[in-house]
Nanobody, 126 residues
Framework: QLQLVESGGGLVQPGGSLRLSCAAS????????VAWFRQAPGKEREGVSC????????SYADSVKGRFTISRDNAKNTVDLQMNNLKSEDTAVYYC???????????????????WGQGTQVTVSS
């Protein structure tokens, strides 16, 4: 079964950092745009960041710009999300998604993602 698996979530204090990783199983993400979404309790899912198939194009939600960095390693078949200066409002379940299109245009509105991971919990609390 083709799938994505997220890892790296956990509990961190405000101002701390976490690095999430999204790994593909049984398919290569070389020609896929990959995005991170998150969903907090009682809130709608929101797009956090996206990276194009080549890694040359990235997009970020305004709320995470300057704090989060998305990157990909096609040799390892992974996409990472480095999260720095975490805030309590970053608390959510984080999901990665992959779509067989090259770019990230309007990624936060797209409903055509081919694969989703199961999610990893990120909790920012003192």
């Amino acid at each position: 079964q083709l799938q994505l698996v997220e890892s790296g979530g956990g509990l961190v204090q405000p101002g701390g950092s976490l690095r999430l990783s999204c790994a593909a199983s049984r398919f290569t993400m070389d020609y896929f745009a990959v995005a991170w979404f998150r969903q907090a309790p009682g809130k709608e899912r929101e797009g956090v960041s996206c990276i194009s198939y080549s890694g040359g194009d990235t997009s970020y939600a305004d709320s995470v710009k300057g704090r989060f960095t998305i990157s990909r390693d096609n040799a390892k078949n992974t996409v990472d999300l480095q999260m720095n200066n975490l805030k309590s409002e970053d608390t959510a379940v984080y999901y990665c998604a992959a779509e067989s299109v090259p770019y990230c245009s309007d990624y936060e509105y797209r409903t055509t993602w081919d694969y989703w991971g199961q999610g990893t919990q990120v909790t920012v609390s003192s």
